[in-house]
């Protein structure tokens, strides 16, 4: 396929190719087996209406119990609506943790890893779905999830009133170049990166060749946002990734300008670790190096549900 062919194609022929590279798994989840755990987000901030607040997890089943008839026409307005897996801090909390999934899983595949995360770190977890994932109708492309990732943050950060240094932004493979981007835009608390990469084209190059990788058109510059990000970093990646190599994740460490932690499991890979060894020790490491700061009570606003 000549390069101009691609180009002209744009975001479609890079996830053709991620899909390659990443596979999409089969939905793994419904709006009725996923109900009063998903939040939908509208894309017009005119619709961002606040009620009042949804602060513990008895609160928010309460208010989800409400809203349980519109789900019906949540279904009649599907591409209005950015579905967001919302697991609540029982006590309310003024911390949240963002996590971008990669792009063999969608948001119900890290529900257990979530919740720990919830528990561990008193914070509200989000997970926001990529088009084309899950119950969100439409097509994955670069260029939409970058969208929805800047509709969230104003949600979070205008609607909820989330402030950005209480915010971890936490992405895993794929979800690296959301996340990325979210933390070179906002002085957030800390970025996550898992499995990272480069950028698109180094993975191209990698298995497919020098070549083609000239005739895919970049849309996750993480090499030129990392030096943007303000922000602590921690880098966790397996060395026997076969998938992205280590190689991505330190050539990032090394480009950017901020304090980090670097983590290499040794029997780590792309898809399967060890979540206490590998995870949530060197995030509890980090953390106790860059803590939160004192939490507070956090809120939800009904129009999200």
Same mark, same amino acid.
């Given at each position: 396929?000549?390069?101009?062919?691609?180009?002209? &194609?744009?975001?479609?022929?890079?996830?053709?190719?991620?899909?390659?590279?990443?596979?999409?798994?089969?939905?793994?989840?419904?709006?009725?087996?996923?109900?009063?755990?998903?939040?939908?987000?509208?894309?017009?901030?005119?619709?961002?209406?606040?009620?009042?607040?949804?602060?513990?997890?008895?609160?928010?089943?309460? +208010? $989800?119990?409400?809203?349980?008839? &519109?789900?019906?026409?949540? /279904?009649?307005? /599907?591409?209005?609506?950015?579905?967001?897996?919302?697991?609540?801090?029982?006590?309310?909390?003024?911390?949240?943790?963002?996590?971008?999934?990669?792009?063999?899983?969608?948001?119900?595949?890290?529900?257990?890893?979530?919740?720990?995360?919830?528990?561990?770190?008193?914070?509200?977890?989000?997970?926001?779905?990529?088009?084309?994932?899950?119950?969100?109708?439409?097509?994955?492309?670069?260029?939409?999830? $970058?969208?929805?990732?800047?509709?969230?943050?104003?949600?979070?950060?205008?609607?909820?009133?989330?402030?950005?240094?209480?915010?971890?932004?936490?992405?895993?493979?794929?979800?690296?170049?959301?996340?990325?981007?979210?933390?070179?835009?906002?002085?957030?608390?800390?970025?996550?990166?898992?499995?990272?990469?480069?950028?698109?084209?180094?993975?191209?190059?990698?298995?497919?060749?020098?070549? $083609?990788?000239?005739?895919?058109?970049?849309?996750?510059?993480?090499?030129?946002?990392?030096?943007?990000?303000?922000?602590?970093?921690?880098?966790?990646? +397996?060395?026997?990734?076969?998938?992205?190599?280590?190689?991505?994740?330190?050539?990032?460490?090394?480009?950017?300008?901020?304090?980090?932690?670097?983590?290499?499991?040794?029997?780590?890979?792309?898809?399967?670790?060890?979540?206490?060894?590998?995870?949530?020790?060197?995030?509890?490491?980090?953390?106790?190096?860059?803590?939160?700061?004192?939490?507070? &009570?956090?809120?939800?606003?009904?129009?999200?549900?």
């Amino acid at each position: 396929v000549h390069g101009d062919k691609l180009k002209r &194609k744009g975001i479609f022929a890079i996830m053709e190719l991620n899909k390659l590279i990443f596979p999409a798994p089969t939905p793994g989840y419904t709006s009725s087996s996923m109900f009063g755990k998903v939040i939908y987000i509208p894309l017009a901030p005119s619709e961002w209406k606040y009620d009042g607040p949804l602060v513990s997890g008895a609160m928010v089943a309460k +208010g $989800l119990s409400e809203f349980g008839e &519109k789900i019906g026409e949540l /279904k009649s307005k /599907k591409g209005k609506f950015i579905p967001c897996l919302y697991i609540p801090s029982p006590s309310g909390s003024k911390r949240a943790i963002v996590y971008f999934h990669g792009n063999a899983e969608d948001i119900s595949a890290k529900m257990p890893i979530m919740e720990k995360l919830k528990n561990k770190f008193k914070a509200h977890v989000f997970v926001l779905e990529y088009p084309g994932y899950g119950i969100y109708e439409g097509s994955p492309s670069a260029e939409g999830i $970058l969208s929805d990732a800047d509709i969230f943050m104003k949600f979070m950060t205008k609607c909820l009133g989330f402030k950005p240094g209480n915010m971890i932004i936490f992405g895993r493979s794929i979800g690296c170049g959301p996340a990325t981007y979210i933390a070179s835009r906002y002085r957030v608390h800390s970025l996550l990166l898992i499995s990272a990469f480069t950028s698109i084209r180094d993975i191209v190059k990698y298995h497919f060749g020098e070549l $083609l990788q000239y005739l895919v058109a970049e849309r996750f510059p993480i090499k030129e946002w990392i030096t943007k990000v303000s922000s602590p970093i921690l880098f966790i990646h +397996g060395l026997q990734d076969k998938l992205i190599p280590c190689s991505h994740s330190k050539e990032l460490a090394i480009l950017c300008v901020v304090p980090k932690d670097f983590v290499a499991p040794p029997k780590m890979d792309h898809n399967e670790m060890d979540v206490r060894k590998d995870f949530l020790i060197p995030l509890q490491k980090f953390l106790t190096r860059f803590p939160f700061a004192p939490d507070g &009570k956090g809120t939800m606003p009904s129009c999200a549900y």
